[in-house]
Structure formats: C-alpha cells, structure tokens
T-cell receptor
Framework: AQSVTQLGSHVSVSEGALVLLRCNYSSSVPPYLFWYVQYPNQGLQLLLK??????LVKGINGFEAEFKKSETSFHLTKPSAHMSDAAEYFC???????????FGSGTRLQVQP | GAGVSQSPSNKVTEKGKDVELRCDPI?????LYWYRQSLGQGLEFLIY????????KSGLPSDRFSAERTGGSVSTLTIQRTQQEDSAVYLC?????????????FGQGTRLTVV
C-alpha cells in the first residue's frame, strides 16, 4: 500500500522568502505524485503532478517540485513567497491498482508580511 | 457544468437522522471519488466509481455509509443514523478515464454538522 508523509503541519515564512514544503512517499511500485492547494472554504486545486516524465515539475503560481526516487521525496518549493500563497497544501500519491489518491495530512502555510 | 458541483454546501442535522449529499461531476468524466476531511485532518478516501465497474468501497468507515452513481453521472453519498463523529467536510472529485487518480477536479465540498 502507498502512503504519504508531510513533515510539518504548519510552516511560516516571510513574504519574499523561500517556501519549502516537505513530502515523502512510500510505494512498492513507481508512483504518480501530486501537490494540491486548498484555500479557506474551498475545494482542492491541483498545483502540479509527476507522472514519470521529467523529475523537476513546474506548476501554477510559481511552484515546482522535484521527484527524488533515492530519497522517496517530492518536496514543493517556491523561490519567493507571496501573501496570496497562504493556504493548506496537500501531497498525494496514486499507484496502479489503487486508483484513488492517498493524501498526506496537509501543511498549513502562513506568510508573514 | 464547468466544474464539480456539490450540494448542499452546508448541512446541519440531528444525531440519528439520515442525510444525502449530492455530487454533480464534470461532464464526460468517468471517474468519481468521495473523500472526507475532518477538522485538522487530511483527506480520507471513502469510495471510487469508474464507469460501469463495481465501485471501490474500501474506504467507507461503516455500513451506515453508502453511495451510488446513477447513469454514470450524478452521485449521492448517504449517511444513515448520523453520529457526531460524522461531522466533516465531504469532498467529491472527478477525473477523466482510468488515469491513476490523476488530475482529479474537486468540488467545494459539503460541510456536515451533526448536533
């Protein structure tokens, strides 16, 4: 079975600072990996996904993530945080034979002015 | 429709009552998922529908929970004899084809409060 661990339930950064949200996965087969963002009182929106093509994936709003098989990681980064990035971020994994996405517990990002 | 539509957006019910939550997926999407998001928790998978295949019900927490999808489109999640621990946001998502759950599009959710 696959699983996802997000390190840090809350992350706080200053506006303009680097954003780094950590995600580690466990899977017995090559996974597909995703980052979703959830703004207050809204559903989830796909930020980016890894589907075994390029290991560095670029998404919307300046976010990117790098798939590192040796570290079983898929950390999300953004060079310069903006106030509008404040939200909850979820890492998710899916694998063949288990069609539904398995989500991590989420990381709430706070951006300080 | 343009996106996944869920109704109602909010539901308050008394303990022991039955509730029905509705999901209208994106037109043409053959896969439909239900997730539950409790306060301070991640997303818990409930059930998955793909075309005419038997649904994957492995995430349903008890036999009080059931779901159906009529005509391969609209889905209804039913919770019987609601309990306070059922209070959560119920999220529906849909996606194209049999992709590995990829690029699922989510609705705004139904916030269920059991009092």
């Amino acid at each position: 079975a696959q699983s996802v661990t997000q390190l840090g339930s809350h992350v706080s950064v200053s506006e303009g600072a680097l954003v780094l949200l950590r995600c580690n996965y466990s899977s017995s087969v090559p996974p597909y990996l995703f980052w979703y963002v959830q703004y207050p009182n809204q559903g989830l929106q796909l930020l980016l996904k890894y589907t075994s093509a390029a290991t560095l994936v670029k998404g919307i709003n300046g976010f990117e993530a790098e798939f590192k098989k040796s570290e079983t990681s898929f950390h999300l980064t953004k060079p310069s945080a903006h106030m509008s990035d404040a939200a909850e971020y979820f890492c998710a994994v899916s694998v063949p034979g288990r069609r539904a996405l398995t989500f991590g517990s989420g990381t709430r990002l706070q951006v300080q002015p | 429709g343009a996106g996944v539509s869920q109704s109602p957006s909010n539901k308050v019910t008394e303990k022991g009552k039955d509730v029905e939550l509705r999901c209208d997926p994106i037109s043409g999407h053959t896969a439909l998922y239900w997730y539950r998001q409790s306060l301070g928790q991640g997303l818990e998978f409930l059930i998955y529908f793909q075309g005419n295949s038997a649904p994957d019900k492995s995430g349903l927490p008890s036999d009080r929970f059931s779901a159906e999808r009529t005509g391969g489109s609209v889905s209804t999640l039913t919770i019987q004899r609601t309990q306070q621990e059922d209070s959560a946001v119920y999220l529906c998502a849909s996606s194209l084809g049999q992709g590995q759950g990829g690029e699922a599009f989510f609705g705004q959710g139904t916030r269920l409060t059991v009092v």
